[in-house]
């Protein structure tokens, strides 16, 4: 069984945030959602998502 009472180790002094790629990923969601919310504020991502599928796939019948 692992030992997890040891201390925890210091986080590196040169640690920068901005630089990670997780931090800017959530950035440009966050951009984009804004941008988005912005030009169709009745439309969620998920309702636009599903009318491009639509769109796609042509006639198809609601069963």
């Known amino acids: 069984m692992k030992d997890f009472t040891h201390e ?5 002094e ?3 945030l901005e630089q990670y790629i997780g931090y800017r990923l959530r950035l440009a ?3 984009y959602c804004d941008i988005f919310s912005r ?3 009745d439309v ?3 309702q636009f998502a599903l009318l491009v599928k639509l769109l796609g796939s042509g ?5």
């Open 39 to 41: 030009r169709l504020p």
């Open 59 to 63: 006639l198809i019948a609601n069963r």
């Open 8 to 12: 925890p180790s210091k986080i590196d």
């Open 29 to 31: 969601r966050q951009k």
């Open 14 to 16: 040169t640690f920068e």
């Open 44 to 46: 969620t991502v998920p």
